[in-house]
């Protein structure tokens, strides 16, 4: 189920440019923010326009969900319950 998704930050200043019909998210208030809330991560299965073919949000990174499972646990997404 999660290994045909596929997952990005990008900067919270680009939150305008995405297109919510293209990712899994449905509204700006579904997001995931980094702590200090600079970072969005986002996630598709199929790759949104917005990124790939306007170029109009340049992602921080593009990860597998693997890799995004490690991110989270850093500082930086990690919230202390």
């Keep these: 189920m999660y290994n045909n998704k596929t997952y ?4 919270a200043s680009d939150v ?3 297109d919510f019909d293209q990712i899994l998210e449905t509204s700006v208030n579904t ?3 980094s702590l200090d809330t600079s970072l ?3 996630k598709w299965l199929s790759p949104p326009a917005f990124i790939y ?5 340049d992602p921080v990174g593009i990860y597998t ?13 990690l919230i202390e319950e």
């Design 40 to 42: 969005i991560l986002i």
């Design 53 to 57: 073919v306007d170029e109009l949000v």
């Design 16 to 18: 305008s440019n995405i």
């Design 8 to 11: 990005a930050i990008i900067n």
């Design 31 to 33: 997001l995931k923010y």
């Design 65 to 77: 969900h693997q890799q995004i499972l490690s991110i989270l646990k850093t500082n930086e997404w």
